[in-house]
């Protein structure tokens, strides 16, 4: 235990020499014990420890807990990697599209008509449709219109929990019909003719852009990396797809999250 301490304090001190003495120019500021276990402290101890020595280091920060003890994320964890963590390919996707989709629909005028089996999910606060959508129609299953409601929920929250400014989530494709996939053949070879797609139950989130949500009188945002709010999307999609709730592919070329409701 004696030895554990002289660590921190080690590490305390050449973080932040003005806690254990006096150095030049910078006067002397006493160490409370309390210091010590600012690591295993509640958030309102922890504070309450930076606002009265202030020590602002890495290790000071928290590490808050949920009710059962578990660590809350407090901060990005990320994915052990992006193509291991979401492998789920068109075979597995197109099950479960046949198996709680419409059946394909012809084209617009058609999609008008089947609103009895779809939703409109063209205008949201909590995500947005791409301006450049040009080869599918903001339709989904009532089912897949809940999920991505919740995914885009979970981004927002796990933003605010982890102190990132708040983004909205780009979906850059939703329901294909027919007369969408032929369109989109003649200038995509890869596009698949049993697109999952064509059954309202898929959608695809954009991981290198994001709406930025700021208020037009508001202070200055301080800006984010794309590829943190991609690590935090990962993670919500990570925790939907352990729960069986959605397939997940990592779309390299489309820079999209591919995902189909379970």
Known sequence: MAGLTVCVLGVVRCANPAVVGET?????VPLDSSVLTVVSASKTESMEVV?????????SMP???EADGRPLKSKIYSVPGFGRTFP???DVHIVAARKWGVSPVEDREEAELRKDELVYVGSNPYYTMDK?????????VPRASDLLQKISRNFLDSLAIKDIPLHTLIVTSVLRTENDVRRLRRFNCNASEESCHRFGTTFDICYNRYNTVSHPEGPERRSVRNDSLKWVLSEVLRDLREQELCYVKYEVKQGCFHITVR
């Open 63 to 65: 590490v808050f807990k």
């Open 132 to 140: 450049q959508m040009s080869y599918s129609i903001p339709y989904l």
């Open 88 to 90: 789920d390919l068109q």
């Open 51 to 59: 606002r009265k020595t202030g020590l602002h280091t890495p290790y």
């Open 24 to 28: 030049a120019g910078v006067s002397s």
